[in-house]
């Protein structure tokens, strides 16, 4: 995926499945939960790098790294 932002909810459990995360409709709870995150850390993002430029942001391959130790 060359695209990590941002990224609609349909492309972030597109994003999951390619970083092999599985998904079922039990587990939709948990994806809304990780999303929500994601929006969370890219508005987080965007502050920083307001006070930063230059600085890297949106590092979704680490949030995906992240995801799969929880």
């Not at 599985?22 to 929006?39: A, G, I, K, T």
């Not at 600085?55 to 799969?68: D, E, R, V």
Request: with cysteine; charged share 25%.
């Amino acid at each position: 995926m060359t695209k990590n932002y941002p990224l609609s909810r349909n492309e972030f459990l597109i994003a999951l499945e390619q970083n092999g995360i599985s998904l079922d409709e039990s587990r939709m709870h948990e994806v809304n939960y990780y999303f929500n995150l994601w929006c969370d850390t890219m508005k987080q993002d965007r502050k920083a790098w307001s006070r930063a430029p230059g600085s890297q942001i949106h590092n979704f391959p680490a949030f995906i790294t992240w995801m799969k130790k929880q």
